[in-house]
Every structure is written in structure tokens, then in C-alpha cells.
């Protein structure tokens, strides 16, 4: 990595020192720190060290280290590092990760350093969607309207939808508990809002039973030592089961971070 990054760099005529820091008495390895001449990058290979989401240098995790959903609607996006085996070497690829979105992964020769610091081209168009000021839908002189109910039903329709398009458990959980809170809707959507609701709900139950055959699996991934499908597995885990994990969820998840970000040291 740190090959792949100075070479990468100095195409670019910049430099940076690179530092294989130990917060805390992590492992070597488990951080490497990039300073820039203008900032700095503290990559995360493993979860052996908690990123700092305020600190100078800006977090870049590995595939193992989980995120959670605030935290990518907080920051926009936040960045990924893999490496991939080409023959007898390594190549570098930086993901861009976002709420609601797959990460898109790039070639280090893809990205750039710009004054928000690291950048894809993934980063430069969620930038773009945030500062862009969408056309007003009112005019000026008149008023917005507070929704009625009827509105506020279909709003959380299209929510519930949403939410099941891109797996979010927790936001279909939240919209069921809002539409179970509604009250003054006409008949007809009433009935629709039960039928969704009973959808979702039995959705819920297959994602219940979907978790529970994904965490065997991982457990059995790290029992027979395969490094590739415990990291998949892993990934899929932080990416689509990161909040509300039992306790059992939470050993195997940990014995399989610390198994991949050993076999990635060795």
C-alpha cells in the first residue's frame, strides 16, 4: 500500500511522510498514517483502532471495518481501501462508500488530492447533488403548506418502498412505527397502509432469518479458515447488519475482523 500510494503520489509532484502508527498498542500495521503537505490520511486496515471522525487526518477504511448509517449521512461518504492480488502483487483500489448507495471502487490513478482531500469520482458527484440547490417548487409569495394526512400517508409509502429497495432494516422498522402512529386517513388508504405494513413485516422476518444463515456462515468461514469468504462475508455483515447486533452477533463479527486483518497482516 504504501508503495502503490508514494508512487501514486508522485506522479501527482507530491509528497507525503508515511508513519505505521500504534494507538493505544494496536498491532503494526493495523494504521498506517499519511501526512499530506495540507492534511493527512490515517488508513485503517482492520478494527483494531476506532476511526476519529473529527480528528486532522481523514479516516480511509478497510472492507472489514464497519460504518455506521449516521455516520454516512452525517459525512456524505466516507472513503474504503481493498487490495486485490494480481500475480505476485497487490493493486490498490479506493472505494467511495455512501448511505443508500453501493461503494464504487477506483484505481489509484482515478483519484485525486483536491482541497477536500482525497476525491473519486464518486466524491466529486455526491459533492455535486449536496451543493447544487434544487429549482424552488413555490412561488415566492405564496406560502408551503403544511402536508395532510392523506399526503403524509403516501409520503411514508414511498418511504417504506424505498427503504425495502436498499435493505435498510432500520428505516423499515421506523416507518412502520410511524405509520402505525397515523391517524385520520380515509378508508381506502387505510387498507393500503395495513397491506404494506403486513408486507413489510413478513419482508422484516425474512431479513431476521437472512441475518441469522449470514453470521453462521461467517462463523463457519472463520472456523474453517477461509480468509476470502470470511472477508466477503464480513463485508456484507458491516455493510448490511452494522446496528442493533446481540451479542452473539457481535463475538463472531469480532473473531472474524481480527481472522481477516491477520491473514491481510500475514
Not at 26 to 39: H, K, T
Not at 76 to 96: F, K, P, Q, S
Not at 231 to 257: F, N
Amino acid at each position: 500500500m504504501k508503495s502503490a500510494a508514494t508512487a501514486w503520489l508522485r506522479s501527482r509532484d507530491l509528497q507525503a511522510d508515511f508513519e505505521f502508527s500504534r494507538p493505544g498498542g494496536a498491532p503494526i500495521g493495523s494504521v498506517v498514517d499519511i501526512q499530506l503537505r495540507n492534511g493527512g490520511l490515517r488508513v485503517h486496515l482492520d478494527q483494531a483502532v476506532a476511526p476519529a471522525w473529527d480528528d486532522e487526518r481523514e479516516p480511509v477504511l478497510g472492507v472489514s471495518v464497519p460504518v455506521d448509517r449516521d455516520t454516512l449521512i452525517r459525512r456524505w461518504y466516507v472513503h474504503r481501501i481493498r487490495l486485490d492480488n494480481e500475480g505476485t502483487a497487490r493493486r490498490v483500489l479506493i472505494g467511495t462508500d455512501a448511505f443508500a448507495r453501493p461503494t464504487e471502487w477506483f484505481a489509484l490513478d482515478e483519484c485525486k488530492v483536491t482541497e477536500r482531500g482525497l476525491t473519486t469520482p464518486a466524491v466529486e458527484r455526491i459533492v455535486k447533488a449536496h451543493t447544487t440547490a434544487p429549482p424552488p417548487r413555490w412561488p415566492a409569495a405564496k406560502t408551503k403548506k403544511e402536508p395532510d394526512v392523506e399526503a403524509r400517508a403516501q409520503v411514508l409509502l414511498r418511504q417504506l418502498a424505498g427503504a425495502r429497495k436498499v435493505e435498510s432494516v432500520v428505516v423499515v422498522n421506523r416507518v412502520c412505527r410511524e405509520i402505525a402512529g397515523l391517524a385520520g386517513v380515509g378508508s381506502a388508504t387505510q387498507i393500503e397502509l395495513v397491506d404494506a405494513v403486513r408486507d413489510a413485516l413478513q419482508w422484516l422476518q425474512g431479513q431476521a432469518d437472512v441475518r441469522r444463515e449470514l453470521f453462521a456462515r461467517l462463523d463457519e468461514a472463520v472456523t474453517a479458515g477461509n480468509a476470502q469468504q470470511a472477508r466477503q462475508l464480513l463485508a456484507r455483515a458491516s455493510a448490511t447488519a452494522a446496528h442493533d447486533r446481540a451479542e452473539d452477533e457481535h463475538r463472531i463479527a469480532g473473531a472474524a475482523a481480527d481472522f481477516v486483518g491477520a491473514q491481510s497482516r500475514v
